[in-house]
């Protein structure tokens, strides 16, 4: 890739925060669309479950084809879906009043926004080794921080001013931007020959050598119960600062900022020690941590104290955790199978986004008019990815030989 290292990192920045911001800046407006539509909590909140399932499903497309038609063409094609549905999303839902619409226009927007991260998984894969992608991923944290630590700040200021389709007006803009940055993108899969010789149907069978992996699956299984809790607590902390605590949607994005602040540190942390510690070492320290973090979230929880302290305290802890453990994940999962990292990409992002559907879902399913729901599942979750860590995920197990068909 010919371009400057900072713009590379920038540019990769920019098509993973395609995937999050477009949720992180309307969470502010959650309960006021519940009155907007008419409906109840359960189908507003559907609209980001159904968002990551398909989110999910769709990475599972983009992988194999960038692997094998290259990464450039596959991410112009779904920016254009991105752009296209976002237009959609702000006028046919406000225009019939139907919430039925907005999920729909959900579902349809995630099938072109996840083709930004999965590439930009890939892109890293293709230009750095192991430990300098959790490196450069770690970097990537740090300055995507900002995006999810204001979105939010921005889609509170932007209901009080206006109504929740001014978020996904900020939303096109960015996408659009992103649209424009890829126009420009060298092609950077070294294997695009080789794999576009092979059977269509190789590509796929890719999945299944993923699935038998024991290192993969090590790797993916700790990031997505950690990521799947992270957005059990944004969909459901909206409700209990807004409606429980009484606080102004803006109030809510300026308290959300504490956890970006202990995720940003965290990344930091990780930019500076990657290359010393390991990725094998660097994932069990990051689930350590977020799992001492969601201890603290449940016993302030059980012990019936309420405030924005007990909510985004743990919080700060467990996204300091979370910024050391991802990357890592990240990194060790697409270094598997180096051949195919578009597929290795598009499975670590299916997986992560259908838990992060699962334990939305349950969230809202639980939802009994009090916060313990919203902290039982994060809890819950985020120990259970300490303990699959601790019996035989990353760390316990060494990286499996690279033998890919073909290689």
């Known amino acids: 890739m010919t371009w400057h290292p900072a713009l590379i990192i920038a540019f990769l920045t920019g098509l993973i925060a395609t995937g999050h911001i477009s949720t992180n800046i309307y969470a502010p407006s ?22 990551m399932a398909a989110f999910a499903v769709g990475q599972l497309i983009y992988g194999p084809l960038s692997d094998r038609f290259g990464r450039r063409k596959i991410l112009l094609g779904g920016l254009i879906i991105f752009v296209v549905t976002t237009v959609m999303i702000i006028v046919l839902p406000s225009m019939y009043r139907s919430v039925d619409l907005l999920i729909v226009g959900r579902g349809l927007q995630a099938l072109g926004a996840c083709s930004g991260p999965v590439v930009a998984r890939a892109i890293m894969r293709d230009l750095y080794s192991r430990e300098e992608t ?9 300055a995507m921080g900002l995006a999810p630590a204001f979105a939010p700040v921005l889609g509170g200021y932007l209901e009080e001013w206006f109504d929740w389709r001014a978020s996904f007006v900020a939303v096109l803009l ?32 890719n999945y299944g050598m993923l699935l038998t992996s024991r290192a993969y699956w090590g790797f993916v299984s700790v990031g997505s119960l950690v990521f799947g ?25 300026w308290f959300s900022v504490t956890g970006i602040g202990g995720y940003m540190v965290g990344s930091w942390v990780t930019s500076r020690i990657a290359d010393r510690v390991g990725v094998d070492r660097m994932v069990p320290l990051g689930v350590t941590i977020v799992m001492i973090g969601a201890v603290v979230f449940l016993a302030l929880g059980l012990l019936g104290t309420l405030s924005i302290w007990t909510l985004f305290g743990p919080l700060a802890l467990m996204a300091f955790g979370m910024a050391i453990l991802f990357p890592s994940t990240l990194a060790g999962s697409i270094s598997v199978f180096p051949r195919f990292a578009g ?44 303990v699959v860590a601790m019996l035989g995920g990353p760390g316990r197990g060494r990286r499996q030989p690279l033998r890919s068909p073909g290689a």
């Open 134 to 142: 959790a490196k450069v991923m770690a970097y990537i944290a740090m």
């Open 343 to 386: 597929a290795a990409s598009a499975l670590y992002g299916f997986i992560q986004m259908l838990t992060a559907a699962v334990t939305i879902t349950v969230v809202g399913l639980l939802s009994d008019g009090t916060h313990m729901p919203m902290v039982w599942v994060v809890s819950v979750t985020m120990i259970a990815a300490f």
């Open 30 to 51: 959650l309960p006021s669309m519940v009155d907007f539509f008419a409906t109840d909590a359960a189908s507003v909140q559907m609209t980001i479950s159904v968002y």
């Open 174 to 205: 960015f996408a659009f931007a992103v649209f424009l940055a890829s126009i420009k993108m060298p092609e950077t899969n070294k294997h695009r020959a080789a794999n576009a010789a092979e059977r269509p149907i190789t590509l796929i069978t």
């Open 229 to 253: 809790a992270m957005f059990g607590f944004q969909v459901g902390a909206p409700f209990v600062v807004i409606e429980m605590l009484g606080y102004a949607p803006s109030s809510y994005g």
